[in-house]
């Protein structure tokens, strides 16, 4: 069973900074496409970011040039360094895998932005 832990959640001020991290218990090499999606209380789970394995990262336009997605292949791991966070940004962030016709969710992990 494949499992993605997400770490590096927290309580951040408007324009500051976090990194997210995606543990995969398995080589991330076998996923096509990884990537990060935001759900913000009342609101439906949106994409943030998709990196595919040696290809170009893919945003959402909220967080273009702000965040950037990378994926570690070696430490099977993936993350997404937030920049300027804006309050807009505060949701539960998820990590996602697909392989094939599969996709895999991890648990989550909370960003709240303070302004």
């Known amino acids: 069973q494949v499992q993605l832990v997400e770490s590096g959640g927290g309580l951040v001020q408007a324009g500051g900074s976090l990194r997210l991290s995606c543990a995969a218990s398995?080589?991330?090499?076998?996923?096509?496409?990884m990537g990060w999606y935001r759900q913000a209380p009342g609101k439906q789970r949106d994409l943030v970011a998709t990196?595919?394995?040696?290809?170009?990262?893919n945003y959402a336009d909220s967080v273009k040039g702000r965040f950037t997605i990378s994926r570690d292949n070696a430490k099977n791991t993936v993350y997404l360094q937030m920049n300027s966070l804006k309050p807009e940004d505060t949701a539960v962030y998820y990590c996602?895998?697909?392989?094939?016709?599969?996709?895999?969710w991890g648990q989550g992990t909370q960003v709240t932005v303070s302004s």
């Open positions: 996602n895998a697909r392989a094939f016709s599969v996709t895999y």
């Open positions: 398995t080589r991330i090499s076998r996923f096509g496409d």
């Open positions: 990196i595919p394995f040696g290809g170009t990262p």
